[in-house]
């Protein structure tokens, strides 16, 4: 199919995004054109601010402006309860609950053998070097929340990473906690995953 | 909820576009932000080659990045055959089919009163002097295929084409037809809507 190649490289370069499709794609390249010129330079500045505009937060490692991102800058948030992460977006949805007032360490991933994605290759280190840092400072106790995703590689990261923290910090007063497992809220029992039930029932609580 | 702001930015451009939700955009955003930096440049300048590097056909204003697209430069294509569409994106969908010979029409929307859109804010006015150059060349018989959507605008328009069509050339050998309204390929009857039902029986060929 024949169409002018400034259209087509857009296309392609959508197609290549996730969750769009050659029609969705087509259909964007197609909307951007008509836009007035303006927008389309500001929208192709601001993916390209995307890159040039943003550090990894030298604490945490979420997207950030400058050194230090607005959540490791916040003094109001509680230094000693640390949520491990997979990626920033993970950062935005659990920022959105407003129900935790902690810091976070964004992971960049999670192990992956088969991908050759080993604790070298995500913040694991960087990890312990923060709750040993806590440690020196003299916090009395130390939360960390594994919240990576309940997939097998997530998983398998959480059970790395309780082990390593307990290996690194015996006898240390660090609690290492992993977020709730179960039905979410609103769906139907019936349809629900054996897996996701069984999770649901290890993780009942008093009621 | 703060995320930093080269994210927010492209977050709410990507939001701006037909089809993307907030939670696609935040995705998108994101996954962007992983791509390697020239990968990302590469895709920025590809936004903005969309407005700088093409131009509309001068015969019937398709994307082009010539004066004359490469369907009109096409001497193998029928010019007497002009199949008036909606916008560029319909000739794609027309090419795709490698059923159609002639050339196209676009007219760069359809007649909405209500948004203020009339025949002078469409190529309607060009579609006639194309009719008038190819009588003035001699061309015996001239067919123009309607091919605006089978929605309310896309009907009106093509009952105002015909009937500005049939006004501004009496007694010319001209023929202006509609592409068939009927059941999708594929679909069932069941589930097909009254119009579509009524427009299939309307549209019966003999079999």
């Not at 050194?67 to 997979?86: A, F, Q």
């Not at 604790?119 to 923060?130: A, I």
């Not at 910090?169 to 709730?180: C, D, E, S």
């Amino acid at each position: 199919m024949k169409v002018a190649r400034p259209i087509a490289r857009v296309i392609e370069a959508l197609q290549s995004l996730p969750g769009i499709g050659p029609r969705s794609a087509e259909r964007l390249a197609y909307h951007l054109w008509r836009l007035p010129e303006d927008q389309v330079q500001q929208i192709a500045d601001d993916i390209k601010g995307l890159k040039t505009m943003t550090v990894s937060c030298r604490e945490c490692y979420n997207i950030s402006e400058s050194e230090l991102c607005w959540i490791c800058e916040d003094t109001g948030r509680n230094p000693s309860l640390v949520m491990v992460v997979e990626e920033p977006l993970d950062v935005s949805a659990m920022e959105r609950t407003g129900k935790f007032d902690g810091l976070y360490h964004v992971l960049g991933g999670v192990l992956d053998p088969i991908r050759g994605i080993g604790p070298d290759e995500l913040r694991t280190y960087e990890l312990m070097d923060r709750i040993q840092l806590r440690l020196e400072k003299g916090s009395e106790s130390i939360e960390i929340v594994l919240a990576t995703n309940p997939s097998t590689e997530g998983e398998t990261t959480a059970i790395y990473l309780r082990k390593m923290i307990v290996e690194r910090f015996p006898g240390q007063p660090i609690k290492v906690t992993r977020i709730a497992r179960g039905l979410p809220v609103g769906s139907d029992l019936e349809y629900a995953d054996p897996m996701t039930l069984s999770r649901s029932l290890e993780g009942r609580i008093e009621y």
